[in-house]
């Protein structure tokens, strides 16, 4: 299913024969599925999707975790082009966005160009095509390759000693054994994060003891969650013009108090911290206890949590904050520096997720026979978090150096599809055979994002956190979102070169 037809003729060139462009996207997540919908929309019908796993879905098909929800509000976490009246919760959980996802996949007929099972191993410029390469399938040609794979899909597995020794069910959040029962048995956890927290505050009262394994304490913001009346979901479906404006209220508040506070401004800052305080001397009589819960750094400069029964789980007696290293794993638990045994039926990795590595296994070649993964070396960069100088036709959704945080995704993936729909319009017009970004351009974006993320509170906030790549500076998007939605309504032509010609880069 959705298997493209290949193009014998390397040197064809779409816009000149007046042909609809072979398009292949990778990866069929929240993303990659906005994409088919986005092109179809604009007259782009021939695509083909890629997708690694027997199942779409991304983040919400892998991450099924007991008490997984959305820390973005729902009717901004929503395509807009597909309101959700029916939505149970102001935050989403992770069953109902999945469910979600494939009704919209399911109602646009999406599922028609998917091919799952297919992990690919190989993309390689032959300008003004690209040669792909998947499991299950004969090498294919294409006009273009967009990539929607997501940044938090490869899981990050500590480097403990004795790790492989534990005689426990053992496994990461992000691959979930829903064989396991946590149902009475001692279960310990490492990392804290907002995975963590929403486990620990979603199990402990069902387990016979909960060890938690606290490297650094994190900041963590109640979250107003709600639940929906009938009647609520009612007046929504009889009254469809509401969706975009609750859709924008939630974006205004979100981008007002969180992206104000990475960025500057203190207020804003300062009013997180106190909310965060509060709730933290609210829940944790315990003066110890909270104090090792207190973290010594800014709160955004790592990724807010939000969470309003992690801090009552913790101070239940069946559970225990452990803040001393870790020194191995052992068959029958973790040993900590101070020499204690904690005793595991049950160890779980709440440990993240290797960022860097986006598209990784797969190689891609560009211009020269050039390697993605070698040029980022663990640093990836992008021009506008879409492009490459060197990877004509190569187009990223949601690439690296692009906004993240307490922010609607979606929506990041909705504006930059709409820019690079006006490239290749663009293109069609000129009858170019290709576009790629400038080198100058690339470089001098990228030059003023590493001077700007050095005043944001992710650099000066007094953390260590997954933004920070192996430069030693986030890679992140340093300005207000507000100026990336802006950017993205009118690509600035002049920033890429657009070629009538057919240069090979075999």
Request: glycine content about 8%.
């Given at each position: 299913m959705g298997q493209a037809e290949n193009i014998t003729d390397l040197n064809s060139c779409w816009a000149k024969e007046g042909r609809t462009p072979r398009i292949a996207i990778i990866g069929a997540g929240i993303s990659g599925i906005g994409t088919v919908i986005a092109l179809r929309k604009a007259g782009y019908t021939d695509l083909t999707v890629y997708?690694?796993?027997?199942?779409?879905?991304?983040?919400?098909?892998?991450?099924?975790?007991?008490?997984l929800s959305c820390d973005v509000p729902s009717y901004w976490y929503s395509y807009s082009f597909e309101p959700n009246p029916n939505w149970s919760h102001r935050f989403s959980y992770g069953p109902e966005i999945f469910e979600y996802v494939e009704h919209v996949a399911?109602?646009?007929?999406?599922?028609?160009?998917?091919?799952?099972?297919?992990?690919?191993?190989?993309?390689?410029?032959?300008?003004?095509?690209?040669?792909?390469?998947?499991?299950?399938?004969?090498?294919?040609?294409?006009?273009?390759?967009?990539?929607?794979?997501?940044?938090?899909?490869?899981?990050?597995?500590?480097?403990?000693?004795?790790?492989?020794?534990?005689?426990?069910?053992?496994?990461?959040?992000?691959?979930?054994?829903?064989?396991?029962?946590?149902?009475?048995?001692?279960?310990?956890?490492?990392?804290?994060?907002?995975?963590?927290?929403?486990?620990?505050?979603?199990?402990?009262?069902?387990?016979?003891?909960?060890?938690?394994?606290?490297?650094?304490?994190?900041?963590?913001?109640?979250?107003?969650?709600?639940?929906?009346?009938?009647?609520?979901?009612?007046?929504?479906?009889?009254?469809?013009?509401?969706?975009?404006?609750l859709s924008n209220f939630y974006k205004k508040n979100m981008l007002t108090a969180f992206a104000e506070a990475t960025v500057g401004n203190v207020v804003e800052q300062q009013k997180i911290e106190k909310a965060c305080m509060e709730l933290l001397a609210k829940d944790v009589s315990d003066p110890e206890l909270r104090a090792k819960l207190t973290p010594d750094y800014k709160a955004t400069c790592k990724r807010l949590i939000f969470c309003s029964d992690y801090y009552t789980a913790i101070s239940r007696d069946n559970a225990e904050l452990i803040t001393d290293d870790i020194e191995c794993i052992e068959p029958e638990g973790v040993r900590t520096r101070d020499g204690h045994l904690h005793e595991l039926d049950v160890l779980i990795l709440a440990t993240g997720f290797n960022v860097s590595q986006l598209l990784l296994p797969a190689r891609v070649y560009g211009e020269n026979k050039m390697e993605l993964g070698e040029l980022w070396d663990g640093a990836p960069r992008a021009h506008r978090a879409m492009t490459i100088p060197g990877f004509p036709n190569f187009w990223m959704i949601e690439g690296p150096t692009g906004p993240v945080g307490n922010l609607s995704l979606i929506s990041i993936t909705e504006v930059q599809l709409g820019y690079l729909i006006q490239c290749l319009n663009k293109m069609k017009t000129d009858k170019a055979a290709s576009i790629v970004v400038k080198k100058d351009a690339y470089e001098a974006y990228n030059k003023a994002m590493a001077e700007a993320v050095l005043t944001t509170i992710w650099a000066t906030g007094g953390c260590d956190s997954w933004y920070i790549d192996k430069t030693g500076i986030p890679n992140l998007y340093p300005w207000h979102p507000n100026r990336f939605y802006k950017d993205m309504e009118q690509p600035d032509f002049s920033e890429y070169q657009f070629s009538q010609e057919i240069a090979s880069g075999v």
């Open positions: 997708e690694k796993a027997d199942k779409i879905g991304g983040t919400w098909r892998d991450n099924r975790y007991p008490g399911k109602k646009y007929d999406v599922m028609s160009v998917i091919n799952l099972n297919s992990p690919v191993t190989e993309m390689t410029y032959l300008g003004p095509k690209w040669q792909l390469k998947a499991e299950g399938h004969e090498t294919q040609i294409f006009d273009f390759i967009i990539t929607a794979t997501g940044v938090l899909h490869h899981p990050s597995y500590p480097d403990i000693r004795g790790i492989d020794t534990f005689k426990g069910a053992m496994f990461h959040t992000a691959r979930w054994d829903d064989s396991v029962s946590l149902e009475g048995k001692r279960v310990g956890i490492i990392g804290t994060g907002s995975t963590s927290a929403q486990i620990v505050g979603e199990v402990t009262s069902k387990v016979r003891h909960m060890s938690v394994f606290q490297r650094t304490p994190h900041w963590i913001a109640p979250l107003p969650q709600k639940k929906y009346s009938a009647l609520w979901k009612t007046v929504l479906r009889a009254c469809p013009w509401l969706h975009p404006h």
